[in-house]
């Protein structure tokens, strides 16, 4: 059983791993810390709410960081919608957030299972690095950083810059440099993850209303895709955190040093991965570079079809 606290900027992709994190029983969700990301706070934290109980998943939310650390604010409301979850019915949250801070959270809870919790972070990691920039006697204290962000071949939000790392550069610049096991999930594997019409036809055909309702934002997903990117499928790009603490056997990885760029006027939020090891640095993350899309949809329909 892997204990983590997950990170995230809901937004379609990260509601599904919400979904995962919480109904598998390989891993005990501690909690839900949000960020501004996809959209801005409020809405991140209320669709957290909203997916956490409409799935019935047992959980506390509590809120992070409305901006990045240095950076003017950026959201991606045309892959998600103003709300951040667009496409779908959904139900308003019954439950309020929490008053305690995410970065207070982790703290706690890092405290209270020092070297037993992960962290997942599937959104801009400003409060991993405030988490490190506060607590610097507690980044050891943390099992492993599980990270979606970052593009070795490619960018999405520029040419060579992923969202989540592009939205706050400084935050991934820190967590970068935290000595702790760091995993990271870019694009280039994400991208192997599209979930298909037939695979979102067999959520929209079970008998479950909350299945339905995923459906939807899934086919709102693959609308924004194919405009943004004309793209066939979507890429869950963040669900494959969460499978990868379940079965990382269904992923490839290398160790590499990977550095964001600070300055560049054309590069500014790329990570750069030293593949030929030109630098002479040492390996600071394992990228994960290819994914086994059948076996991550087998693992993640049998999970998210028990719901009834
Ligand atoms: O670039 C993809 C990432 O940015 C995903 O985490 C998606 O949810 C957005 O946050
Ligand atoms: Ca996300």
């Known amino acids: 059983m892997r204990k983590i606290i997950l990170d995230c900027d809901p937004g379609h992709d990260d509601a599904v791993a919400i979904m995962l994190a919480g109904l598998h029983e390989d891993i005990e969700l501690l909690g839900i810390t ?3 990301g996809n959209s801005y706070l409020e809405n991140t934290t209320r669709n957290a709410l909203i997916i956490s109980e409409m799935s019935g998943i047992d ?5 992070g960081a409305s901006k990045p ?5 950026i959201v991606a409301h045309d892959i998600h919608g103003y709300s951040g979850l667009e496409g779908a019915d959904l139900p308003n949250p019954k439950k309020a957030a929490s008053n305690i801070h995410a970065v207070d959270f982790m703290s706690d809870v890092v405290k209270e299972n020092f070297g037993e919790v992960t962290i997942v972070a599937t959104g801009p990691l400003t409060n991993v690095a405030l988490f490190a920039l506060k607590y610097p006697d507690l980044v050891k204290g943390i099992k492993e950083l599980v990270f ?3 593009g070795i071949a490619f960018g999405n939000v520029t040419p060579v810059a992923e969202f989540n790392i592009y939205v706050d550069p400084e935050a991934a610049d820190i967590v970068l440099r935290m000595d702790i096991p760091k ?3 870019p694009l280039d594997m994400t991208h192997q993850a599209a979930i298909t019409r037939e695979e979102v036809q067999k959520l929209k055909d079970s008998e479950s209303k909350v299945l339905n309702v995923v459906a939807d934002l899934m086919n709102f997903f693959m609308k ?7 793209i066939e499928g979507a890429p869950l790009h963040d669900p494959t955190t969460i499978a990868y603490l379940i079965d990382p056997e269904i992923f490839e990885w290398e160790d590499l040093n990977v550095s964001v760029e600070l300055k560049g006027e054309f590069t500014y939020g790329q990570t750069v991965a ?3 090891k030109t630098t002479g640095k ?8 290819k994914i086994n899309r059948d076996k991550f949809f087998d693992l993640l329909l049998d999970t998210l079809l028990k719901l009834s």
């Open 34 to 36: 949000t960020v501004s």
């Open 59 to 63: 959980v506390e939310v509590y809120p």
């Open 69 to 73: 650390i240095l950076r003017e604010q």
């Open 148 to 150: 979606m962000g970052g």
């Open 183 to 185: 995993v990271m999930a």
């Open 224 to 230: 924004t895709y194919k405009n943004v990117f004309g």
């Open 274 to 276: 030293d593949i030929w």
């Open 282 to 289: 040492e390996p600071n993350v394992r990228v994960l570079e």
